[in-house]
T-cell receptor, first 113, second 113 residues
């Protein structure tokens, strides 16, 4: 079963624009992670934010976490055509979950050259 | 270094046959995870290994599914008496410990005809 929802389900932008994707979840978490998937196959880890963190940056990526609202957002700045992919948030509940990730439905991002 | 590898990359089988899917994690990674990705269900957790033991099998859909891990390395996911609803991409991931970011393999696309 899915932990939460991502929106939008699909996002289409021009190169150079910023892309923002949102993720909501239902239960308490130890950390939240964002992954990218190209062509429906392997996922690539982008960034991990712990429950006691509010914001994290990695290159052109900025992730925020609001545990009171059970939501997170991923911002990709100055997007490139190569950023075209599906983006998933995944929550780790910690404790006896052993790092098991529960994924959202994903956002399909298309960046037009 | 080498990433997570999975074999076969594609498998087409007839309904009722058994299949074995293999995962070679990154050397030294103690945690190994199996997920399944299908159009209707999104990304679902199947099973987790820490070393050779599987403390969390909660995601296995039925008793037709089983998995083992030997030598703290290679893992095999076996599906007996395959059904059409088993058609999906089966993804394996490993991590140095749990919880931690996970490194995914390219997946095995299983089609049951």
């Amino acid at each position: 079963s899915q932990q939460g929802e991502e929106d939008p389900q699909a996002l289409s932008i021009q190169e150079g624009e910023n892309a923002t994707m949102n993720c909501s979840y239902k239960t308490s978490i130890n950390n939240l992670q964002w992954y990218r998937q190209n062509s429906g196959r392997g996922l690539v880890h982008l960034i991990l934010i712990r429950s006691n963190e509010r914001e994290k940056h990695s290159g052109r990526l900025r992730v925020t976490l609001d545990t009171s609202k059970k939501s997170s957002s991923l911002l990709i700045t100055a997007s490139r055509a190569a950023d075209t992919a599906s983006y998933f948030c995944a929550t780790d509940a910690g404790g006896t979950s052993y790092g098991k990730l529960t994924f959202g439905q994903g956002t399909i991002l298309t960046v037009h050259p | 270094g080498a990433g997570v590898s999975q074999s076969p990359s594609n498998k087409v089988t007839e309904k009722g046959k058994d299949v074995e899917l293999r995962c070679d994690p990154i050397s030294g990674h103690t945690a190994l995870y199996w997920y399944r990705q299908s159009l209707g269900q999104g990304l679902e957790f199947l099973i987790y290994f820490q070393g050779n033991s599987a403390p969390d099998k909660s995601g296995l859909p039925s008793d037709r599914f089983s998995a083992e891990r030997t030598g703290g390395s290679v893992s095999t996911l076996t599906i007996q008496r395959t059904q059409q609803e088993d058609s999906a991409v089966y993804l394996c991931a490993s991590s140095p410990s749990s919880p931690y970011e996970q490194y995914f393999g390219p997946g095995t696309r299983l089609t049951v005809t």
